[in-house]
Structures are given as structure tokens and as C-alpha cells.
């Protein structure tokens, strides 16, 4: 048996998070019941049965022996553990009437000076195995576990000497169009991109330069020809790229995201997987390093070919003040909903017409506002925008106005914090900027505060935080081993296990945050379901923080386990089709998070294709509603006044849905959203700041007044 010291390190591989859980935590112990109809064979035996004062001297001073904490410790128990044993162990002595006969006489023995304390390990050892029963087979776990050689996990990628090609530059740098040529002039090829828009965008160039290319992401397959006649190219998201398709040219665009913690691992896993003669890489100069080290341990040999901006950038050399100083081309870019709301009615109060576009609105709403806003006929001028259009929207931007620099995170403990936008998104964003080819060739940067302009200044001089550690992930084979050793384990306590015992090479890799996983193993651990489908559900990209989602989600977890079809007329009962336009803020975001559930439904009709038919239907409905959305969010200042009058003339329609979406809501637990008046859910729901709440009623107070 191996020592266990290294057992000892917490989460090995990860990032550093002192005030994470520690791993020895995480193992539940099994309860064992004494068995009370036991004849005392032992009392018998010996002639005498133990006292409990007795028993209690022997057990202590047995636990605070050096030599048997030494022992525990070999047999892989730390002092944690080792304590919850202990415990375990001298209750269960204490509490059975009849002590199993050989530790009875041990027992005994020890009494009447005839035994060794020590003797009394076997027992403890025997009991500790039964209420953890993961460390009789730690070496096998850890055997599972050990991720130091992802590049060995691919024998096709590996069996290739591979070209590889990293395109190295900011922003607007026709870094992807470069790969991109390559790509559609190969003879086959597959793009891998973090974001839907740039996998659609893709497809269509491709198809528009008459190379027939299919599109595939987690929820959509879109075939040039036809289903049983797949295209030699194709465009997909980097989660979705099969490794056993052999390609003359892969590109895996934006391979800096190789270090976020939440999806890192897909681009790790195309970076090491893919079987393509060439591969092509494009993304910030930060990750060359990790790159070119990552594939000494392929044995690849990486060129690197360096971009500079096609057009200028110029920081302004004053902020934008007020909003009366917006002009044509630019974009006012706030990190949350409440400022986008706040900003937008402003303007449109002063008469100027803005376009909107948020990370949870659907792809045609985005694409259609980033339309009207790119179309110089048009009179809407003004984008307000969230990072969303950090990547994979063309903007014809003229100037960047960051409405402020601080941007809520989501720590590792899921909770949210404030942070200064890092230098990677400052450049990403601003980037954005003036556009090759664009009426808008050279870019400008400001900010709306006075007090900001210097920070973003500050960002903007620096060069991208280097890359240091790219993400892994356990695969659904490895957690089945596990499940096989451990099966009382429920999967989120699996995953936890995994993460504490797995050994990565923290030179080049760390393991993924696993915390979105978890978070819906958890919801669905109560609903019978194979490891596998379990698995796979639990793979979903779902909003957590969406109550009707994760509501939807556990439904149709529940409808999957009872065999039953998720048909589109269940559906509706759920969701509340035919839908309505929005009026108030909202139904709109009701409405598109009934956007997700559909994306939900087709995300799963790929996996469980039996139960999930009618992928077809939803599809189209989810073309209207998407449709219905894009129609809302012209209006949004209307939304939002109409918001303030509660909502007490909606169609009987709408107020269904409504009760509908706040029961949901409140099933879920999150009672605040569903309570009290309409502003102060909209405060709960962070949709409303106190600070935009006065304003309103200002502004109410003023047309009233007027009215009269
Ligand atoms: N050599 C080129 N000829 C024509 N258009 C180009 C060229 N290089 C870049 N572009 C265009 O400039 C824009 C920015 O290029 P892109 O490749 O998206 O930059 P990056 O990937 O570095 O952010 C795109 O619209 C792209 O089509
Ligand atoms: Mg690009």
C-alpha cells in the first residue's frame, strides 16, 4: 500500500483557491449500524463482559498513539479522515451491546494485560474501510486520475506529424480571415469557435465562396448537401469537434480561451486531438508560450506568424461625460443589464435611437440589431452593448465608450464579485474599433467617466496577462471508473473525489472548474437515471442563474427517468405557446429564457433522440420567438415604462405566463423574483438599480405633472 502523504495536498493541478473546500471533506462516511440480535459470543468466551469506562480508556489512549496515526496515515487515511473514523469507530463500540467476538477478546486481552493496544488496529482498519470505502482503492482512483500526459489521450492526433500554425495579434488584426483562406482552399477542414454567431458566420462565407461547409453546434447540424453526404468542410463550436475525422486543415480560433476556467478544456482538447494535417491557431500572442510548450510534449514544431491592427486605434483624450456628447458609431459598452437599461432610455429620452445587444439575447435579435446599427441608411447610430461584442459580431464601431471598468465575476465559490476588466477584455473590447473596410478606418477609446480615462489607459498600454495553464476536464469514461469503485458515491461527490486525487502537470495544465457541473448533478441526483444519461445531462450548457430553466431542466430530467417522450405538446404546456409580444421588461426576459429552454430541448434531442422528437417543431418555434424577441427589444424604453405600471393591463395572456413564470420561480427557491411589487423585482432581479429607480420615478413624477 502507498503511502498517502501526496493524498494529503489539496487540489493539486487546480488554481490556487486556499479557501476551497479541502479534499479530505469531501468523502462522506458510510453509516454502520450495529447489530443488535447478536448473541454476546464473546462475554462468553472470555468470561466477563467490558465495562464502558473501560472500553472508552483503551479506545483513547489507542487514538493518540504516534505509531497508529502513523499507520492510518499509510493506509490512507490524513488526519481529517483519520478523525472521522475515530469517531465513527468508538461510537460504534460504544453503541453494540455485543462487540464482534475476535475484537471482543482483543478487548479483553488488553484489559487483563495480556495484549498491545495496537493490537486493536485490524479492527479499526476494517471498520474505517467500511465507511470509506474509497481508500482501499486509492491507487486505482489515482491510476484513473492521473492527467499528466493529456497528449498520450490521442493516438490519431499522435500517429501525425502535425504543422502547426499559431496567427498571433489583437484584435482586428486579420489573424482569422488569414486562417480562414487556408481553410476553405484546403481540400477538407474544420473551424472550431467559442461562439454560435462565428460558427454561423463561418459557414456561411464558406458557402457563400461556393466550398460546401456544414455547420454543427451543441444544438443546431446544418448539412451543405445532405445529411448522408457530409460536406469535406465544417464549421463548428470547439465543445462539438469529433476527433476521429481526419482534415488537410484545422482552425481553432481564439486559442487563448484554452485557459478559461470554465471551458478551457475544449480548446486543450482540439489543440491535442485533432487528426488534421495542418493546425491552424489564431488568438492573442499571451498563449504562444504555453502553446509551443504544450506541443514539446507532442513533439510538433510550432510557427508562429505575428499580426499587427489593419486599422488605428486612438485613446481619447477625454472622456465622454455626459451622454448629450454621444455621436454616430459609437457604442456605449456597460457590464450589466440595469446600465444597458439606464443608458439606453437615457438616450432615447434625448431623442437619439439606439441599438441593444446583451450576451442573453437570441443570435438573429443580436444579429438583426447589429444590423440596423451597421446600416448607414438607417437612422439608429448608437449601439449600447455588453462585452457580448467582444467577439463574433461584425460592428462598424467609430469609438468604444466604456460606461464604467468594473465588471462583475463569478468567483470560484460561485459568488459574485466586483473586478477591474482584465487587460486581455479592455484590448478585446476596445478593439472592436474601427474595422478593416468599415466607413470607420481608424478606432477610437474613451471612457464616460473623467475618473476612469487614466485606468483604461493604464489597461490599454499593457500587452495581455501571459498564459500560463490550459484547462482539462475529466472525461465521462474516467468518472464511470470511478462510479464502478465508489457507487454509493452521487456524481457530484464523484467529480469532487476525481478533482482531489487527480495528479495534473501544473506547468501546462489545470483542472476546470467543475462547479456548473456539479451544481446541476446535484439538482437531478434525487432522479433515478444511468451514470451515463446522468452524465450527459449534467454536460448541459444551461444559465444557472435562470430559476424557469434550471426548473425546465429538472422537468425534463424527471420526464427522461419515467421513459416518457418530451413531445413539442408537453412542451407548450411549459412554456406558454403560442407566445405573446413582450410589454414589460419582464416578459422579455421571460421570453428569452424561454429562448434557452428551447436551446435546452434541441441540445438534448441530439443526445436522447428517442425521447427528445420533436426537435423539428421547437426549432421553428424557436425561429419566432427569436423573431417575437428582435420585436421586443425595439421597444425596450416602452418595456420599461411599461414595467412601471405593474403590469396591471396586460392581456389575460400575459399574466398567465407571468404567475406561470413567478410559481416556477418560486418552486425553485428563488423567492425573491416572484414577491412584492413589480420595481422591487426588478431590483431583486438586479434589472433596476435604486439609482435608475429614482430617475424613473423622477421622470414619472415630471409627466404626470405635464399630463395635468
Ligand atoms: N487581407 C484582408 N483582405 C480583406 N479583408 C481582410 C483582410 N484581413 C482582414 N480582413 C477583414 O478585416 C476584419 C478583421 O479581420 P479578422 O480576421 O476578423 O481579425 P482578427 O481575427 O484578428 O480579429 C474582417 O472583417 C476581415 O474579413
Ligand atoms: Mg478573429
Redesign the pocket.
Known amino acids: 500500500m502507498a503511502p498517502a502523504a501526496s493524498f494529503l495536498q489539496p487540489c493539486r493541478g487546480k488554481k490556487d483557491d486556499s479557501s476551497s473546500t479541502t479534499p479530505e471533506s469531501l468523502f462522506h462516511p458510510v453509516p454502520i449500524k450495529p447489530t443488535p440480535d447478536d448473541i454476546n459470543i464473546g462475554a462468553e468466551l472470555t468470561g466477563s463482559s467490558i465495562q464502558k469506562k473501560d472500553l472508552l480508556k483503551i479506545l483513547n489512549s489507542f487514538v493518540q498513539k504516534t505509531e497508529i496515526k502513523k499507520l492510518a496515515e499509510q493506509y490512507g487515511l490524513d488526519s481529517y479522515l483519520q478523525g472521522q473514523a475515530f469517531t465513527s469507530f468508538r461510537q460504534y463500540c460504544f453503541e453494540t451491546q455485543t462487540l464482534p467476538v475476535d475484537l471482543h477478546i482483543v478487548l479483553s486481552d488488553i484489559l487483563q494485560g495480556a495484549g498491545n493496544i495496537t493490537d486493536i488496529f485490524p479492527y479499526f482498519i476494517r471498520h474505517a474501510k467500511q465507511i470509506f470505502p474509497h481508500i482501499d482503492c486509492l491507487d486505482d482512483l489515482k491510476k484513473i486520475s492521473d492527467l499528466r500526459n493529456p497528449a498520450g489521450w490521442y493516438p490519431l492526433a499522435r500517429a501525425k506529424n502535425r504543422k502547426i500554425v499559431f496567427h498571433a495579434?489583437p484584435?482586428?488584426?486579420?489573424?482569422?480571415?488569414h486562417a480562414l483562406e487556408r481553410f476553405i482552399t484546403a481540400k477538407s477542414g474544420v473551424y472550431c469557435a467559442p461562439l454560435k454567431l462565428l460558427v454561423a458566420e463561418v459557414f456561411n462565407k464558406c458557402n457563400q465562396r461556393g466550398t460546401p461547409c456544414d455547420l454543427l453546434t451543441g444544438e443546431e447540424r446544418t448539412f451543405a448537401k445532405n445529411p448522408d453526404n457530409p460536406a469535406d468542410h465544417l464549421s463548428c463550436s470547439v465543445e462539438m469537434v469529433n476527433l476521429q475525422n481526419n482534415y488537410e486543415v484545422a482552425v481553432i480560433d481564439e486559442i487563448q480561451l484554452t485557459r478559461d476556467s470554465y471551458r478551457g478544456w475544449a480548446w486543450t482538447r482540439a489543440l491535442l486531438g485533432i487528426p488534421a494535417d495542418e493546425i491552424h491557431l489564431?488568438g492573442e500572442a499571451a498563449a504562444i508560450e504555453l502553446v509551443k510548450a504544450i506541443c514539446i510534449t507532442t513533439g510538433e514544431n510550432v510557427e508562429v506568424r505575428r499580426?499587427k491592427r489593419?486599422t488605428s486605434l486612438e485613446i481619447e483624450k477625454e472622456a465622454l461625460g455626459s451622454l448629450t456628447h454621444v455621436r454616430a458609431g459609437d457604442c456605449i459598452v456597460c457590464f450589466s443589464k440595469a446600465d444597458i437599461f439606464t443608458v439606453s432610455r437615457s438616450l432615447e429620452s434625448r431623442g437619439i435611437e439606439t441599438a441593444v445587444i446583451y450576451g442573453s439575447l437570441p443570435p438573429g435579435t443580436k444579429l438583426a440589431q447589429a444590423a440596423k446599427f451597421n446600416d448607414p441608411k438607417n437612422t439608429c447610430k448608437v449601439l449600447v452593448a455588453t462585452n457580448a461584442i467582444g467577439m463574433g459580431l461584425?460592428l462598424h464601431i467609430r469609438r468604444i465608450v466604456f460606461y464604467s471598468l468594473i465588471q462583475p465575476t463569478i468567483n470560484e465559490k460561485g459568488e459574485k464579485e466586483m473586478e477591474v476588466l482584465s487587460v486581455s477584455s479592455a484590448l478585446q473590447i476596445a478593439g472592436r474599433a474601427g474595422?478593416?473596410?468599415t466607413v470607420w478606418s481608424t478606432g477610437y477609446v474613451t471612457t464616460f467617466k473623467n475618473e476612469d480615462l487614466p485606468t483604461l489607459r493604464n489597461l490599454l498600454s499593457q500587452t495581455p496577462e501571459v498564459i500560463t495553464q490550459a484547462g482539462l476536464h475529466p472525461t465521462a469514461d474516467q468518472i464511470e471508473l470511478y462510479a464502478y469503485h465508489l457507487p454509493n458515491s452521487p456524481l457530484s461527490n464523484l467529480m469532487d473525489i476525481f478533482v482531489s486525487l487527480c495528479t495534473v502537470d501544473n506547468s501546462l495544465y489545470f483542472m476546470c472548474t467543475l462547479t456548473d457541473f456539479k451544481f446541476l448533478a446535484d439538482m437531478i441526483q434525487h432522479v433515478p437515471l444511468p451514470l451515463r444519461a446522468r452524465y450527459v445531462f449534467c454536460c448541459a450548457p444551461i444559465n444557472k442563474k435562470s430559476p424557469y430553466v434550471c426548473t425546465m431542466f429538472l422537468k425534463f430530467a424527471r420526464q427522461y427517468s419515467k421513459n416518457d417522450a418530451i413531445t413539442f405538446n408537453w412542451l407548450c404546456q411549459h412554456i406558454g405557446w403560442p407566445f405573446q409580444l413582450p410589454k414589460t421588461i419582464l416578459d422579455l426576459v421571460h421570453l428569452e429564457a424561454v429562448f434557452d429552454v428551447l436551446d435546452l430541448y434541441l441540445w438534448l434531442s441530439y443526445r436522447f433522440v428517442d425521447l427528445f422528437p420533436d426537435a423539428k417543431m421547437v426549432r421553428d418555434v424557436q425561429k419566432e420567438l427569436d423573431a417575437l424577441i428582435a420585436t421586443g427589444i425595439v421597444k425596450l424604453t416602452t418595456l420599461l415604462m411599461n414595467s412601471d405600471e405593474g403590469g396591471e393591463n396586460d392581456s389575460f395572456e400575459l399574466q398567465t405566463q407571468k404567475q406561470k413564470f413567478y410559481r416556477s420561480s418560486e418552486s425553485s427557491g428563488k423567492r425573491s423574483i416572484g414577491k412584492g411589487k413589480l420595481t422591487e423585482r426588478l431590483l431583486a432581479q438586479g434589472l433596476l438599480t435604486p439609482q435608475m429607480l429614482r430617475e424613473l420615478q423622477f421622470e414619472w413624477t415630471q409627466t404626470t405633472k405635464k399630463k395635468k
Do not use: A, D, I
Not at 484584435?171 to 480571415?177: D, F, R
Open positions: 495579434g484584435t482586428n488584426s486579420g489573424k482569422t480571415h489564431c499580426y489593419l461584425n474595422r478593416y473596410g
